[in-house]
């Protein structure tokens, strides 16, 4: 791809990591990704940000369907040119955070764009309702081991992970791309549970629970579960989680999360357990009320003392 060159908007635009266009130039490295995903003759894959193609004619070959989505109108065009004949691709020339998923089982292999990793992950792995089966990603390194931790610090991810297995698979240098990024980057395999470690249904409360006990992710558990278990009750889930008393919360693995929570639901009085937020409404615009004249009001004399005749002059 040519270092600066103009969008059918006329808008130049510099290849840098925030243009997020880093095309995959190693043929190997997607199937190598296929592969991982599993991809069968039965899936729906969808592949984000797909370029010019490297991942999506691939995909195709192995996929029952693939559904590309780009939002750059150039590289999308060529996509559409190259598509001719091949009948198993959709296009969707979009941005992919405005995508509406399929509301049946898909996977998704892709090299994302990193501008929007978190955004990506957040619309497919907020709602475990999202039927999401596998997804290989290829990501910002950076980004990778945060999501892959074994320490988990914040209460989105390790909500991810009551449901999807996230595994950093390997690191990939920066010639596999044209242009090459000025980070490395490696790639991620996100596969669901076979037995999600909370149920689906009570993830908010879940969040509402992780949220509460990461304030401080440092602090000794025992003290982190005060505000919600009584001291008998963190007695009893120390023991049960083989669980130190002053070991950091943010130590507790995805399998003691899960079994913490399970306690919670059981133990602990349902006035203790830390409040679901209320989702936010959208809010809906007034209707504004036309404006009206102001009535007019007829004037009022004021009223004329009618004279007693009996009065005095
Ligand atoms: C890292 S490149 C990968 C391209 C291609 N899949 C490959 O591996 O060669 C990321 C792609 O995502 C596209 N992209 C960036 N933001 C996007 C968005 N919000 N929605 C859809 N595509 C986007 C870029 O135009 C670019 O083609």
């Known amino acids: ?36 995903a599993k991809i069968t003759p039965n899936d729906t894959v969808i592949d984000i940000g797909a370029g010019k193609g490297a991942i999506t004619f691939p995909l195709a070959k192995r996929a029952a369907r693939v559904i590309a989505v780009e939002n750059d109108p150039v590289f999308a065009e060529k996509l559409l040119d190259k598509m001719q004949g091949v009948a198993n691709i959709r296009m969707n020339r979009q941005d992919f955070l405005q995508f509406n998923l399929p509301k049946s089982p898909f996977s998704v292999v892709a090299n994302i764009p990193f501008s929007i990793t978190t955004p990506i992950l957040g619309k497919l792995l907020d709602d475990p309702a999202v039927p999401l089966q596998r997804a290989v990603l290829i990501m910002e390194k950076g980004a990778a081991k945060r999501f892959t931790s074994v320490r988990i610090t914040n209460p989105r991810i390790l909500k991810w992970r009551m449901w999807f297995d996230l595994r950093l698979v390997r690191t990939v240098s920066p010639d596999h791309f044209s242009p090459p990024p000025k980070v490395e980057s490696a790639i991620v395999t996100i596969f669901r549970k076979q037995s999600p470690l909370v149920p689906l249904h009570a993830h908010a409360r879940f969040m509402a629970l992780a949220t509460y006990i990461l304030q401080q992710p440092q602090a000794p558990v ?5 505000g919600i278990f009584t001291p008998s009750q963190i007695k009893h889930v120390v023991k049960a989680l083989r669980l130190e ?10 399998q003691q999360w899960g079994e ?30 036309p404006k009206m004249p102001k009535p007019k009001m007829p004037k009022i004399s004021k009223p004329r003392m009618l004279k007693n005749p009996k009065q005095k002059k």
């Open 222 to 226: 025992f003290a982190a579960l005060q």
């Open 1 to 36: 791809m040519p270092k600066n060159r103009r969008t059918s908007r006329g808008k130049s635009r510099i290849s840098s990591n925030f243009s997020a266009q880093h095309l995959l130039i190693n043929k190997q490295l997607s199937k190598d990704m296929i592969d991982m």
């Open 260 to 289: 913490l929570f399970h306690s919670m639901l059981r133990y602990v009085d349902p006035s203790r357990w830390p409040k679901v937020p209320k989702k936010k409404m959208p809010k809906i615009p007034r209707a504004k009320a």
């Open 245 to 254: 008393r002053n070991q950091a919360v943010s130590s507790l693995n995805e």
